[in-house]
C-alpha cells in the first residue's frame, strides 16, 4: 500500500495541479495526515520544487482553545493562515487535504465557530481571489484517518479498507491515472456543452423527499467541469456545475446527506427560498449551525452554485457516506450557498466582484455546498423560448 500512496502524491501533484519546476507549493493538512504531507513533500522535491511549505493544523488543540475563553483566536498560530497570503502572492499550487475526525467540534459552541470562520476567510482574501479566478493551481483530496475509517467502517482493518476505497473512487490503479481521467472528464464536458447550447433560463428540481424548488440562471451563464481549467480542483470530480442568478431562486429544498460544517454535524434540513434567499430553515441536527452560517454575511443566504451530479456515479454506488463534504458532493446533485464562481459567466474571470455581482452572481466570505440529489431527483429545463427539457430523470442525467 505504500507505493500505491506515493502513486496518489504523484497523481494529485503532475496530474491534478500540474506543477512545475521550481514553482512554489504550499500543502495544508492535520497532524493526523501529517505523514502523507510529508509524503508529498518528498515526491515533489524529485519533481523539482524546492520552495515547500507544509501547514500543519492541530485540530485537537483549535478544540481546546475553542473551548476556552481565549480571544482573538485568529491571531493564534493554531488558527493563522497569514502564510496563505504569502504564498499566493508567489504563485504557488496549493495541495489541501481534507480528512474528517468526527465529532470532534460537537461541544463547541457554533456561534464561536462561525465568528473564527469569518475571520479565517478575511485573512486570506487574496488567495480566495486568486482561487476563483483560476489564477493559482489548487486541488483538494481526501487522505484517511483511524478515527474517520472506523466511524465509516467498523471493521478491525477500517485505516486499510477506506485507504482502498478512496484509491478506488480517484483511479489509482489504473495503470495511468492521468489518462484514466483525461477519458473520464471528456465525457464530462460532452454533458457541459450540450448544458451550455440549451439556452437555459430556469431549473425545477423535484424529488420523493419534498423538493420543489426553481433555480434561474443569469444571462451569459456557463457550465462548467474540472475539464475547463488547467488543473483539478477538486478529486474526486464528478459534477457539472453553474453559478446561479443571485435574487431568483424559489421553493424548498431537502437535504440528502449530512453536512459537515466547521466540524460540526448537520443533517436531515431543508431550506425555503424567496426572491433567491433562504428566508426558513428546518434541521434535525446542527440547525444553530445552519443559522450561523447563513448570518456569515449579506449575501450568505444566497446561493453561489448548483452542480449536476448523476446518481449513478462511483461514489454514489459505493454506498458509503462519507461526512466529507469532497466525497459526498461528487455522489450527489448539490447546491451551495454563498461565493459563485467567476467561470459561469462569460468572460467573469476578468470582471472584478462589483462587476460580477451586477451581472448576478453572489458574492460572500463563503461557499458551502450541500447535496440535494438522490434516485428520484427530476430536473426540468426552461429554455429562454419556452421549451421544456427533462434533463435528469431517477437521479441521472439523459442528455
Not at 34 to 40: I, N, P, R, S
Not at 115 to 132: D, V
Not at 230 to 239: D, G, K, L, S
Amino acid at each position: 500500500m505504500n507505493e500505491t500512496k506515493r502513486k496518489y502524491a504523484r497523481f494529485i501533484l503532475k496530474d491534478c495541479l500540474k506543477v512545475k519546476k521550481d514553482q512554489p507549493l504550499m500543502i495544508t493538512g492535520y497532524t493526523h495526515v501529517e505523514d502523507f504531507m510529508k509524503l508529498l513533500e518528498e515526491e515533489a522535491k524529485t519533481m523539482g520544487l524546492t520552495d515547500i511549505y507544509l501547514k500543519v493544523e492541530d485540530k485537537e488543540k483549535q478544540r481546546e482553545l475553542l473551548l476556552s475563553d481565549e480571544e482573538n483566536l485568529e491571531n493564534h498560530i493554531c488558527f493563522n493562515r497569514s502564510i496563505w497570503e504569502e504564498y499566493a502572492k508567489k504563485d504557488a499550487a496549493f495541495a489541501h487535504i481534507v480528512s474528517l475526525i468526527p465529532h470532534l467540534m460537537d461541544d463547541v459552541n457554533p456561534k464561536k465557530l462561525s465568528k473564527l470562520n469569518t475571520k479565517l476567510q478575511k485573512q486570506i482574501s487574496l488567495y480566495r481571489e486568486r482561487q476563483n479566478k483560476g489564477e493559482i493551481p489548487w486541488c483538494i483530496f481526501a487522505v484517511p484517518n483511524e478515527p474517520w475509517a472506523k466511524e465509516l467502517f467498523h471493521e478491525e482493518n477500517a485505516f486499510e479498507k477506506l485507504w482502498d476505497t478512496i484509491f478506488k473512487i480517484c483511479g489509482i490503479y489504473e495503470e495511468d491515472p492521468g489518462k484514466f481521467w483525461d477519458k473520464k472528464l471528456e465525457e464530462i464536458e460532452r454533458k457541459t456543452n450540450v448544458l451550455n447550447e440549451m439556452q437555459i433560463e430556469k431549473l425545477h428540481y423535484t424529488n420523493d423527499l419534498g423538493t420543489d424548488l426553481t433555480i434561474y440562471l443569469p444571462e451569459d451563464y456557463v457550465w462548467a467541469s474540472a475539464k475547463d481549467g488547467e488543473f483539478i480542483a477538486n478529486m474526486p470530480t464528478e459534477e457539472i456545475f453553474t453559478s446561479p442568478q443571485r435574487d431568483k431562486t424559489e421553493g424548498i429544498v431537502y437535504s440528502t446527506k449530512p453536512l459537515l460544517y466547521n466540524g460540526v454535524f448537520i443533517d436531515h434540513f431543508h431550506l425555503t427560498f424567496q426572491e433567491g434567499k433562504v428566508v426558513s430553515i428546518e434541521a434535525e441536527n446542527g440547525k444553530e449551525m445552519l443559522e450561523e452560517m447563513i448570518k456569515m454575511d449579506e449575501n450568505a443566504p444566497y446561493l453561489g452554485e448548483c452542480a449536476l451530479v448523476d446518481y449513478d456515479s462511483p461514489i454514489s454506488n459505493s454506498r458509503i457516506v462519507f461526512e466529507e463534504t469532497l466525497l459526498d458532493e461528487n455522489a450527489s446533485c448539490h447546491l451551495a450557498i454563498g461565493e459563485s464562481f467567476s467561470e459561469c459567466i462569460k468572460n467573469g474571470k476578468t470582471m472584478s466582484k462589483e462587476e460580477l455581482f451586477e451581472k448576478g452572481l453572489n458574492q460572500s466570505l463563503i461557499h458551502v455546498d450541500f447535496m440535494v440529489g438522490d434516485a428520484t431527483m427530476k430536473i426540468v429545463a426552461t429554455t429562454k423560448k419556452g421549451e421544456e427539457i427533462t434533463i435528469m430523470e431517477e437521479g441521472n442525467l439523459i442528455i
